[in-house]
Structure formats: structure tokens, C-alpha cells
């Protein structure tokens, strides 16, 4: 698909129709009914004015007699870099925070609870140059830096918890960078953060560069709407990693990401990890890429003996909500901006628990004996052979 492919669900909707296009959607999606949720008309109306997509699911659970529904509307955006990349650094950062609040404050009048950008959403996915400067001074602190402070009036203007992925400048540190999420609580208080666990090492990401491996384990925001985490990028590839977020009891994971079509992104591989995920840890989860190409001042190149380039590759946008039992929506344009809504009944995950008991039978003991043994010098895989070809 090229980047003039609108998306993966157009394709079939412009190709298929009625049963088989249900029947389509049966297998696919896993409902023949997307449960589409109406936004209001001055959503909609907000959304061509500033040329984004919008588009609202629901992800319902079954009644329960001794629980009430545990519903939360999560919004998730996607979106491009609106300036060019040789502009002075403020000026780039003040066009994206400009062009996004507008897609902000439809989420607000839509009554989104939790709102998650893509990766690093404040700043052009710069590490594919492996120049320090300019991009260096994106870095902000998560506290009290400005992209937090703008939020932070966001986040209690429309009580909404906010997750922002972030180039972190740690003042405290040495002034070292992470590739960090912050946390903003409805009261605009920052609950916490999260370093991305996996850098990637991959085609054009020389994001181990500019910043390690993250050091703060596998939180679990306790929020006002829910238990959330966040799976940035490339722990998207890392089972342990999602694992781990499902054991420290997330209701919902976000996996903010930048990535291309090209092999060390792998559009085809988009729809399945985030969706894996659901279905292996009982939560829900959202995979948010970003939208479009950027454009650097000075060609890079990728170490394969091809032609030196100025930009990464489409990144093809595509963002998606799945539920606990592997149920997903269609997902957003693979080129335009967007807000996509889940109405999620959280009481789906325990349902889909207790039915199909992944928890109960994970053997994790049994994991932990054996990778305490892989992690030994002298690891002898088990292998075993035929023994003298007999
Ligand atoms: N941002 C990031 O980690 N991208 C790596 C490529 C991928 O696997 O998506």
C-alpha cells in the first residue's frame, strides 16, 4: 500500500459489501456490527473545519448483576508535524501544540476521560539523522516542562486524564535524555512517568543515540477512570514487556509509537502486536502511530549502500483500540490526522478472564525457573537430539 491508500478498511469497504462484507468484518474485526458510536455534530463539524478524522467505537461488556458497568471513553490521536524541520525549535513545537489542541478540545466536548498522543508527539521523529543539534533542545522536563504545563490546563479544563510521550530532559541526572511518558491526572497534578523499556536498534530508529533503556520497571497508573500504562514503541515487539503491565493490573495499555511502512516498522505486523496483546494479558489496548512524512535539512543515511535520504518513510498513522478478547475496531487513516473514541466497559477484561482462564493457567513459576537459567553464563539450551541417528 502506498501512502495514497487512505486505509486498510477502505480497501475492503470500497471492494466488499453487505454479507460479505459482515462476513468480512466477522473474521476480521471478530463483530460483524463495528458498534459505531455517533459523535456530536459540532464534533464532526469541528473535525472538517481543521481537516482530521474522527471516529467513535463502542467495546461493550455484559451485564453484571453484582458490579455496574465500568465504562470510560478513551480518545487517542494520531497526527503530522504541521511545520517544517528548519524552522527555529519553539516555532516547530508551538505549530504542533497549536494544531493539536484543536483536535484536544473536541476530544474535551466528546467527554473523553483518558487521551493519548503518538510517540514523542511534541517534535518531528528526528533520531533518524543522528544529529544532535538542533533536536537535542526538544528535551523538556516532564514535570514542569512546557508541553506538560500546556496539558496540565487541558487535562482539568475537560477532566481528562492525559498521556503524553515526550523527549525528557532529566534535570536532576546530569541532564541525560529518556524517551519518556508523563502521566497527567484530571486534577493536573503529573501522577507519574514511564521510560521507554526497548530503544530500538533497527533501519533508520538510532534512537540508542540520544537516550538508554528506560529505568522505571512496568508501572501502572492508578487513575480516576481506570488502571493504565504505557507500552512505548518498540516494547510493542516484547511480550514480557506487555506481560508485565497485565500483571501489575492495567485495564487499559497504550502503545504510543513512531513507525513506518519499511521493514524495521512493518505495516503488516501493526495490526496484530497491540491485538496480541489484548488477547494474551485480558486488557484493552490502543496503538497510536503517527501520520505523514517529515522532512529533514540534511540527508542521513542507512548504513545499507543505498542512496543518502531526507526523510524516514510514510509513517502510516493506523491507530486502533482492541478489547480483552481480541475484538478490534477499523482503525484510522494511514494518512490523515485523527481522533479515534473507544467507549470501553473495563468490566470486559475480568469477564474475559474468568472465561478464558489465561491468567490462571500462565505458569509463571515454571518461567521464572527457566529463564533464571537463561540468563546464566554457561546456559546450555535444551536441545535435544536423536541420539547416534538411531
Ligand atoms: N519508535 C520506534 O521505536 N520505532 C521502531 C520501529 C518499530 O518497530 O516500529
Not at 494520531?78 to 508551538?94: E, F, G, M, V, Y
Not at 478540545?105 to 487521551?115: F, H
Not at 485480558?282 to 543505498?306: H, L, M
Request: proline share 5%.
Amino acid at each position: 500500500m502506498d501512502s495514497e491508500t487512505q486505509s486498510f478498511e477502505t480497501l475492503i469497504s470500497n471492494n466488499l459489501s453487505g454479507r460479505d462484507l459482515e462476513e468480512f468484518n466477522r473474521i476480521y474485526f471478530g463483530r460483524r456490527d463495528n458498534h459505531e458510536v455517533r459523535v456530536k455534530e459540532s464534533s464532526a463539524a469541528a473535525a472538517r473545519e481543521a481537516n482530521f478524522e474522527i471516529a467513535a467505537y463502542a467495546f461493550p461488556a455484559k451485564k453484571e448483576h453484582t458490579r455496574p458497568p465500568r465504562i470510560v471513553k478513551v480518545g487517542i490521536i494520531q497526527h503530522s508535524i504541521p511545520a517544517p524541520t528548519d524552522l527555529p525549535i519553539n516555532d516547530q513545537k508551538t505549530a504542533i501544540l497549536e494544531k493539536v489542541k484543536k483536535i484536544i478540545d473536541v476530544a474535551g466536548q466528546e467527554g473523553v476521560n483518558i487521551l493519548c498522543f503518538q510517540e514523542l508527539w511534541n517534535m518531528p521523529f528526528a533520531f533518524c539523522t543522528r544529529e544532535k543539534q538542533p533536536w537535542c533542545e526538544f528535551a523538556e522536563s516532564a514535570e514542569e516542562g512546557q508541553t506538560t504545563r500546556f496539558l496540565r490546563e487541558l487535562a482539568v479544563k475537560y477532566a481528562m486524564v492525559i498521556v503524553s510521550s515526550i523527549l525528557e530532559r532529566d534535570e536532576a541526572h546530569a541532564d541525560i535524555l529518556w524517551n519518556t511518558a508523563v502521566v497527567i491526572s484530571d486534577t493536573g497534578n503529573v501522577i507519574g512517568k514511564h521510560r521507554k523499556n526497548h530503544i530500538p536498534r533497527v533501519g533508520d530508529f538510532n534512537e540508542s543515540n540520544y537516550y538508554m533503556e528506560g529505568n522505571t520497571g512496568h508501572p501502572v497508573f492508578a487513575t480516576r477512570y481506570g488502571k493504565i500504562a504505557i507500552n512505548i514503541c518498540f516494547g510493542r515487539h516484547h511480550p514480557l514487556n506487555w506481560m508485565m503491565f497485565g500483571l501489575n493490573g492495567a485495564d487499559i495499555v497504550f502503545n504510543p509509537s513512531a513507525t513506518i511502512a519499511a521493514d524495521a516498522g512493518s505495516e503488516y505486523m501493526w495490526n496484530i502486536e497491540a491485538r496480541n496483546a489484548a488477547i494474551t494479558n485480558c486488557y484493552f489496548t490502543a496503538a497510536i502511530n503517527r501520520v505523514g512524512y517529515e522532512q529533514f535539512p540534511n540527508e542521513f543515511t542507512s548504513a545499507d549502500g543505498q542512496p543518502a535520504h531526507k526523510d524516514l518513510g510514510l509513517f502510516y498513522g493506523s491507530s486502533y483500540f482492541c478489547g480483552p478478547d481480541g475484538v478490534r475496531c477499523p482503525g484510522l487513516s494511514r494518512n490523515k490526522d485523527g481522533l479515534l473514541i473507544g467507549v470501553l466497559d473495563l468490566n470486559q477484561n475480568r469477564q474475559i478472564r474468568d472465561r478464558r482462564c489465561y491468567y490462571m493457567t500462565q505458569r509463571l513459576p515454571m518461567y521464572v525457573e527457566s529463564l533464571s537459567k537463561v540468563v546464566e553464563l554457561d546456559y546450555k539450551p535444551q536441545v535435544v537430539h536423536e541420539k547416534d541417528g538411531k
